[in-house]
């Protein structure tokens, strides 16, 4: 289990885990049996250590697109 899914299911009051952790609790859905939502409380970096990636062949470069 994933530190942000032991927090989910009540087998821990927190955890530390990286931020993406986060992020996918939100797709987890709101349907009957869903595993409830987490929220980041603080970060331990000043700096992320996460990056958003897409293909190149995209044409992103940068967020605003």
Known sequence: ???ASRVAD?????AVT???SVISA???GDAPGAKPKVVAVA?????????I?????SGI???AQ
């Open 18 to 20: 990286p931020s993406e």
């Open 10 to 14: 009540g087998s821990c009051t927190f």
């Open 26 to 28: 939100h797709t987890w």
């Open 53 to 57: 990636v897409t293909l190149a062949s």
């Open 43 to 51: 970060t331990l970096l000043q700096d992320s250590t996460s990056a």
């Open 61 to 63: 470069t940068r967020p």
């Open 1 to 3: 289990a994933t530190p």
